[in-house]
């Protein structure tokens, strides 16, 4: 038998979660609607016609999840901010209801002993923002950072993150059209692609003037591409892949530059190239100080270009399990990206979770995923990829976006019907992982 993985002691071990999948109360103390408040509102764009009114009920009930955080052990919460919360149209003063509730919830953390980690921008864009054209919009970043200096000034929090998966934003809200704001446009995509990046930028510089000894970083989705076989056009493809997915966020952030081919390929598409401003590159190059790092899965691309499966996919079906990519992606990342810790901000997979008739959820699927992941992850650092913390997606079950409660990502299980929160195997296992810092 293998001698068991050990951790470093001040490996940081957390969960996941996000405004509009968990805390319902979406229309209390002055919150104001949202692009997903108006996109579940269309029948047809969310399963069963889902929406996030309730989700887990998290904006009532955050300090029952706050101990359940505090009973597996966990030393970080990585949470988001409700942007229509704090600021109900997207711009002007602050809505102080929003802001406490943020703060009871940073003083609950700190209370118990756990980190805060906030997350500025998961895709909850106020309403009103979208109607000037959202993210189409260069004043939305500006925008942004605006909001982001009310929460920096007004939340006592070390680690923020700027914006969750601006690619998840560009390709399912405006190149696939099955996340919020629902477009099917390339042009529009990439343009707002830039606007997103330099939000990013933007919000970085005004925490390192105003807040010296906080850190910032983007929440990046990555995905390792992989040709599909050994043919030159399948390596090509690839390669175009990889820009799409990981260098056009990455080299902007660590470079300073967009990738040439990448760009190329999206100029035959739109006019991002022409809202690139002089002095942009610059604020998006903004250092950051530690990288969010998402993984769920691999691509593979054929000859085509097309994506195919080689592995065993998910009740998630873009999701293919291959944690060897998880190991592939932070060596790569380190090679090619060094200079900035890693925190591992998102992992996890959707099983089919139901409680047995003692109570119990029996998720063996997912105690094998995380703990082929965390091994992949361990290996990777032993390489000298330089992690420094990880957290599960996600805590709770809760909405999954165009695929509403279908599909059940947490290690606590929530019946929907009470709200009533039972921490499924995986989260006992995880609990025994974190305590021991040791995975066998
Ligand atoms: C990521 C999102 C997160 C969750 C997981 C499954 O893309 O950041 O909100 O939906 O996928």
Known sequence: MNSPARFPTDFVWGASTAAYQVEGATTEDGRGPSVWDTFCAVPGNVLDGDNGDQAADHYHRYNDDLDLIADLGLGSYRFSIAWPRIQPTGSGKANQKGLDFYRRLVDGLVERGIQPMATLFHWDLPQALQDRGGWENRDTAERFAEYAEICFDALEIRDWLTINEPKTVVDCGYREG????GFKDDARAFVACHHLLLAHGLASRVLHERHAGRRIGPALNLHPTYPADDTPEALEAARHQDGLEN?????????????????RWISERGPMADHILDGDLAVINEPIDMLGVQYYTPIF???????????????????????????DILMRVQRD??????????????????????????????????RDHLAAMHRAMEEGARV?????????????????????????????????????????????????????
């Open 178 to 181: 099955q996340h919020a704001p």
């Open 301 to 327: 691309v054929d000859a085509k270009g097309e994506r195919v499966f080689l592995h065993e996919r998910t009740q998630a079906e873009w999701l293919e399990v291959y944690p060897e990519g998880f190991h």
């Open 388 to 440: 420094e913390g990880y957290h599960v997606w996600s805590l709770l079950d809760n909405f999954e976006w165009a695929q509403g409660y279908s599909q059940r990502f947490g290690i606590v299980y929530v019946d929907y019907s009470t709200q009533k929160r039972t921490p499924k195997d995986s989260a006992l296992w995880y609990r025994d992982v974190v305590k021991s810092g040791e995975l066998r």
């Open 247 to 263: 260098r056009l966020y990455l080299d902007p952030i660590f470079k300073g530059s967009y990738p040439e081919d990448t760009l």
């Open 337 to 370: 990206y060094p200079g900035v810790p890693m925190i591992i901000t998102e992992n996890g997979l959707p099983t089919e979770d139901v409680p047995g008739s003692d109570g119990r959820v029996r998720d063996e699927r997912r105690i094998t995923f995380l």
